[in-house]
């Protein structure tokens, strides 16, 4: 009976469908277009001899379906076809394309083993999976092609499988090249070679040659001799070296030129790790770390080393053979080089290079030194002409700078690198004798290097970590809520003093909030110079001592200090007093070991006593969009009150937008027509209080974020744009700028790992204040993330008011963000779970990887209520509204649909799951954490207690 039921599915030939996607023939089931197989589509690269077919079919499509295939392929491409199929197919491929190739009287090419899929679209095939890439021939034998698609004109002269150079090392072979490292176990090698498949670029004209391994033992250079001569003598120019991994070399000149002297002829490194997002494309090569992950895109990417042999015995510096453009407007007077004003603009390996017209002594120590991962170095001056137009220039330099690049970017003298050099090279120490008291303005860090914001004047930032996580201290961030549109006055580096105490030695009444030590943003334009009552003389340049830390934190705005000499930056109240700012040990001692993850940080936002407060966009939120729920929502909720006892449910109506508000218009009266008596619901706000981004456009809510929030952009924004170089998807659409991105998503991930819970109190309470523009920027950054789809679950305390309310609602409306989980939550506090069917709540863990399950919904969504159950464990079901169910007029139909039948199975079976799971099951949240998945959509419950927050004493009081 079951082979009847196989024919007969075999007879039933499948309705198949076509569409180009890139390069590729995406062969289909009619009307199920899978975005998976599009993706996949999309990133293969162009084969010139045959055309690609990507076949997404069932695991097991009958012989049927390649009759429908054969007869969508026709004979119309005359070089044959290329099939890669979606998923393993019984048998393998070479039956089908043996087939195909006869029944289509063309070639046909197919994968005989397992496909591994790799950086740029290749597909590698290792000789453990299979014979490879094979060409059929009608009635022929297959004939092998290649191990890669598209095979490299280099692919001939490796082993296709891993050999020894010696005891201590091996030559793995790689989908982009070879990998040359030391004996180890494969645990410690398969991060490091699943990095290397799928980051590494694929160059079919080079062969890329990665020496070592990080964290291994360092690499002899008899290995890489004696695969060098494994090599044939036509091939070895298409060789690109990268230093991924420890070499042992002698004292004194680096990898490259080591590795020049030992092979006696030139050879080429890469500047760090090539990366290649899009097939075709140039890679962009990376800056390594020391545990080779991969940090900045480097301006130089290839570096062409020379024996000494050639060069009169003595080495000289690499020469930089391939750069991308500095800036597209500056003309290019050498390669590599650029007129910028009267000076020059070199690119370098460490960055770049603002020097005189005249190639001072030491360019040769500066054109050596190698990047950092961590760090764009921007070298100005020389030796002997370290003045302070070269610093000027250099200070102009980095306003051009991408966002993301500006934040890993520092500001080194000329004379700094010569000096670290100096111990080593001749060169070097003639340059610094000749050149005394050069490269003395200015602050310098650990490194010796002036950071950005020291170079504006301004205090350094906290050392930029390229991780997915910058450790920092504990900050508590006060904004004073600068003017929309207006530009914030420049601020000086002056820090608090002890409470009572200015830095300048007049009282902290005198001397304005400036002498709170709180970190916080410029004031408003006009609000700069002297405090009312502060001396208008400069401020003493003594560094100021630092607040009592048992003393009540104060939260207020901060005015600009009066101008004059900048004051050192203070050490953090977590860091010895020796060491230096921004968290960077001193040179000649060692760096303090960093926390995996860094404190809760608290997230305070206060209004300025005397200032405005930031007003909000004059223009209301848009009303809402079929098919997009998530953008634009209106500034009212579509309201819909119990439904009738009888008769059919009627559609409910979105209620027209409000009109333009201004910055003191007051916060809509909830829809008390249905709320229970003592139930709190939150008001619908005002266009001015909405935390919704407005449709139009969101610029002066991110320029005041980046101005109110300047320190911790900066600490936040190397995390970010390390972020979107792994995940260049949420970079979103070509029409939002990288540094509108950016800002988004560091706003988003200062309210993710912040204590923010008194920001969705004061959105909820539909209020005017500073928290508006920021909460705009977080809905904004937190849209970019990846959605969910499946049940959630928060847990809240409801009283009777509370459940009445939910009762007697169709619909909900939550106008700040909506914490849920998407796992069992059985120590949540409360005691009612809210079960929520998602459609579009944001997945937080790229931005916040330590709470994996959290989901967020954003500001405006609104939900339907499914059931309201008593019992021994009380719940609330609700689904989110999904765009289509919002018509074009803004009404909702509140009949039960199948979506309701859909999402209520989806939540009982979650909850029986959730129910019955272990207790090690749940996540590990803390009592801070723990209550932030306690707050019901729609209403506005009293605030937990704080378990980390001490009352103020007598007489203090925090400002909320």
């Known amino acids: 009976m079951a082979l009847g039921v196989r024919l007969r599915r075999d007879a039933e030939a499948p309705d198949l469908d076509t569409r180009r996607v890139g390069h590729a023939l995406l062969i289909h089931p009619r009307g199920e277009l899978s975005a998976q197989a599009v993706a996949f589509a999309e990133g293969l690269p162009d084969d010139p001899e045959h055309r690609v077919v990507v076949l997404d079919l069932p695991t097991d499509p009958g012989d049927a379906a390649w009759t429908v295939v054969a007869r969508l392929l026709g004979r119309g491409h005359p070089g044959g076809y290329r099939l890669v199929p979606g998923r393993t197919l019984p048998g393998g491929t070479v039956p089908v394309g043996q087939w195909l190739a006869d029944r289509l009287d063309r070639a046909v090419v197919v994968a005989d083993g397992a496909v591994v899929p790799a950086a740029g679209g290749v597909l590698y095939i290792p000789a453990d999976r299979g014979p ?31 050999w020894r150079t010696s005891d201590q090392a091996v030559v793995d072979p790689l989908p982009s090249g070879v990998w040359l490292h030391g004996d180890g176990h494969d645990g410690a090698l398969s991060p490091h070679r699943g990095l290397l498949v799928s980051r590494l670029a694929y160059r079919p004209d080079l062969l890329t040659v990665v020496l070592g391994c990080p964290g291994g033992d360092a690499l002899s ?48 490194f890469d500047n760090g790790l090539p990366v290649s997002h899009t097939p075709g494309d140039i890679p962009e090569v990376h800056a390594l770390d020391a545990d080779g992950s991969p940090g900045w895109a480097a301006f130089a990417r290839q570096l062409r080393f020379t024996p000494a042999r050639l060069t009169g015995g003595r080495p000289t510096e690499p020469a930089v053979v391939g750069h991308r453009p500095a800036f597209g407007d500056l003309p290019e007077i050498a390669p590599g080089r650029y007129r910028y004003d009267e000076a020059v603009l070199e690119v370098v390996p460490s960055g770049l290079w603002l020097r005189p017209s005249e ?66 090279e001749p060169t070097a120490r003639r340059a610094v004798e000749a050149g005394p008291g050069a490269g003395t303005e200015g602050a310098a860090d650990g490194y010796g290097a ?37 530009a914030t006055a420049g601020t000086t580096s002056a820090q608090a003093a002890p409470a009572g105490v200015a830095p300048n030695g007049t009282t902290a009444a005198a001397a304005g909030p400036a002498a709170t030590g709180e970190w916080a943003p410029a004031p408003p334009a006009g609000a700069a110079g002297p405090a009312p009552g502060a001396p208008a003389h400069a401020a003493d340049t003594t560094a100021p001592r630092l607040p009592d830390p048992s003393a009540p934190e104060r939260l207020a705005p901060t005015t600009a200090a009066p101008t004059g000499p900048d004051l050192p930056l203070p050490p953090r109240p977590e860091e010895p007093a020796g060491q230096a700012p921004g968290g960077v040990s001193p040179p000649g001692q060692p760096a303090r070991s960093l926390p995996s993850r860094p404190p809760l940080p608290s997230l305070r936002l206060v209004s300025a006593p005397g200032l405005p407060s930031a007003p909000a966009d004059d223009g209301a939120p848009d009303a809402p969009v079929p098919g997009r729920p998530d953008e634009g929502a209106a500034a009212h909720p579509p309201m819909a009150s119990a439904p009738p006892a009888d008769g059919p449910a009627r559609a409910e109506a979105v209620p027209p937008a409000p009109p333009a508000g201004t910055g003191e218009a ?61 995940s260049p998807g949420l970079r979103g659409t070509v029409q939002t700028s990288t540094e509108d991105v950016l800002t988004d998503l560091v706003a988003a991930r200062l309210y993710l790992r912040g204590d923010s819970a008194l920001l969705d109190r004061q959105v909820r309470g539909a209020t005017v204040g500073p928290h508006v523009p920021l909460a705009r920027c977080v809905a904004a950054g937190l849209r970019r993330l990846p959605s969910y789809r499946g049940a959630t679950v928060l847990r809240a305390a409801l009283g009777g008011a509370e459940w009445d309310w939910y009762r007697r609602r169709t619909l909900v409306t939550e106008w700040a963000f909506c914490w849920a989980l998407t796992a069992a939550a059985p120590e949540l506090p409360g005691d009612a779970d809210v079960l ?3 459609m579009t709540a944001r997945r937080t863990a790229l931005l916040d990887p330590d709470q994996p399950a959290r989901v967020l919904f954003l500001p405006g969504t609104t939900f339907k209520v499914l059931a309201v159950r008593d019992g021994d464990r009380r719940s609330v079901l609700l689904r989110e509204l999904s765009a289509s169910e919002i018509s074009a007029d803004g009404r909702v139909d509140t009949a039960r649909t199948a979506l309701d039948d859909m999402a209520l199975s989806g939540l009982q079976q979650a909850d029986r799951t959730w129910q019955a799971a272990e207790p090690g099951a749940a996540p590990n949240l803390s009592p801070e954490q723990a209550a932030r998945f306690t707050a019901p959509p729609g209403l506005i419950l009293p605030a937990p207690p704080n378990p980390t927050e001490t009352p103020a004493p007598p007489g203090k009081r925090t400002t909320p």
């Open 221 to 268: 250079l008899d290995d890489v001799s004696r695969f060098w001569h494994s090599l044939l003598p036509g091939v070895r120019d298409l060789v690109r070296f990268v230093a991924y991994g420890p070499l042992a070399v002698p004292d004194g000149p680096g990898p490259g030129q080591a590795l020049a002297d030992r092979l006696d002829v030139p050879v080429t």
């Open 450 to 486: 002036l950071t950005p914001a020291a170079a504006a004047g301004t205090a350094p930032p906290a050392a930029t970590a390229t991780g997915p996580e910058a450790p920092g201290p504990r900050v508590r961030l006060a904004t004073a809520a600068p003017d929309f549109g207006t």
């Open 666 to 726: 007051p916060a809509r009266a909830p829809d008390t027509a249905s709320a229970a008596p003592g139930a709190r619901v939150q008001a619908v706000p005002s266009p001015a209080a909405c935390a919704v981004p407005p449709r139009k456009d969101i610029a002066r809510e991110r320029e005041w974020m980046r101005n109110a929030f300047r320190q911790q952009y900066n600490d936040g924004a190397g995390a970010v744009a390390r972020l979107l170089s792994e």
């Open 132 to 162: 490879g890439w094979v060409r059929l021939l009608p009635r022929r034998p297959p004939t092998p092609v290649s191990r890669r698609f598209p095979k490299p004109a280099w692919e001939f002269t490796l082993s296709d499988r891993a």
């Open 836 to 838: 929520i069917w998602s």
């Open 359 to 424: 190639e001072p002594e030491e360019a040769a120590v500066i054109r050596s030194a190698a990047p950092s991962a961590r760090h764009v170095n921007v070298v100005f001056g020389s030796a002997a002409h370290g003045g302070g137009r070269m610093r000027e220039l250099a200070e102009r330099l980095l306003q051009r700078f991408d966002p993301a690049l500006r934040a890993l970017a520092r500001l080194v003298p000329a004379v700094e690198l010569v000096r670290q050099a100096a111990p080593h």
